[in-house]
């Protein structure tokens, strides 16, 4: 493949020139990181999982309204998704105490809150991402009204989304952060779409009976494999086979390509059901 134009190059992923000056194409790492950077370590697989992970999760939310970034699948660590302004606000939307909620009000671990919470967060790694208020966002122009509210009630939804598709197959969603972009039409019409990844670098997900920990946090805390936990979380969604496609560190990459064909059919078919549906799509 010719030489591409590296773009950007953060913690878990590089973003790189697209095909086309509306496309990047997002590239997972095997890099792990947690304390904002302090702690970090390469771990085979994890890339290749999350692209898989995050693939199906925003293909599934296109489908029911959400607009996002994701366009497919390129291989088994690339996506193709279009290219955004990244708003620099982090959503967090939390079903149940864990993490740094706990730590600033001294919660208990585990505690259900009784409405999903949402927060925000500057982007900004050299404060360490700081917790801010809507009208911070406001006073500062990261978002005007309008977007914040669109953000905040996509939020909403992909948390009512995910939260029946996960307790479908065991798992409780305990929290999960999301990111959003701009992007222009032809006509200077803004959009706004949902953009970065939705893996278990980002989602808390617990065993729904055990609570055991399937994502970042056997990291964070040394819990355990970080990629079992992951793998698991693909098992679960049908996103690979039961025996996984690692083996003793390295990836079935015969296998991994085939997933990858099967996921970008079954999105096309998904896409053409749409349009014989008559269905508008955001470009
Ligand atoms: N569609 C997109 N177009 C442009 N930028 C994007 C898109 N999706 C995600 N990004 C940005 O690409 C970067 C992804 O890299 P990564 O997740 O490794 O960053 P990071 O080290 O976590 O840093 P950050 O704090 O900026 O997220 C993020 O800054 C994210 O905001
Ligand atoms: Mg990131």
Not at 178 to 204: K, M, Q, T
Not at 214 to 224: A, E
């Amino acid at each position: 493949m010719a030489r591409r134009r590296k773009i950007y190059e953060g913690k878990a992923k590089i973003l790189y020139e697209g095909p086309d000056p509306n496309t990047v194409i997002q590239y997972f790492k095997d890099d792990a990181t947690a304390f904002n950077g302090e702690k970090h370590a390469v771990i085979a697989g994890k890339g290749v999982l999350n692209n898989r992970i995050s693939s199906h999760l925003m293909t599934k939310l296109e489908e029911i309204g959400i607009p996002t970034h994701f366009i497919r699948s390129i291989n088994m660590r690339e996506q193709l998704v279009r290219s955004v302004e990244i708003i620099p606000i982090e959503l967090v939307v939390r079903n149940i105490a864990a993490g740094s909620l706990c730590k600033r009000l001294g919660l208990e671990e585990g505690e259900i809150l009784h409405k999903p919470l949402v927060e925000f967060y500057y982007k900004k790694d050299e404060l360490g991402d700081p917790l801010i208020s809507e009208d911070h966002i406001i006073t500062f122009g990261w978002a005007d009204h309008y977007e914040l509210e669109e953000m905040v009630a996509m939020a909403w939804r992909v948390n009512d989304y995910l939260n029946g598709m996960f307790a479908g197959i065991g798992l409780r969603l305990v929290d999960f952060k999301l990111e959003f972009g701009r992007i222009w039409g032809e006509h200077g019409e803004l959009y706004l779409v949902l953009a970065d990844e939705i893996s278990p670098d980002n989602c808390r997900l617990w065993d729904a009976k055990t609570n055991e920990k399937f994502d970042k946090d056997r990291f964070r805390q040394d819990l355990g494999d970080l990629v079992e936990g992951y793998e698991y979380v693909a098992k679960r969604l049908g996103l690979i086979p039961e025996d996984g496609i690692l083996k003793g560190g390295s990836i079935n990459e015969q296998l991994a390509e085939n997933l990858d064909q099967i996921e970008n059919e079954l999105a096309e078919r998904r896409r053409l059901r749409d349009l014989k549906a008559g269905k508008p799509r955001k470009l």
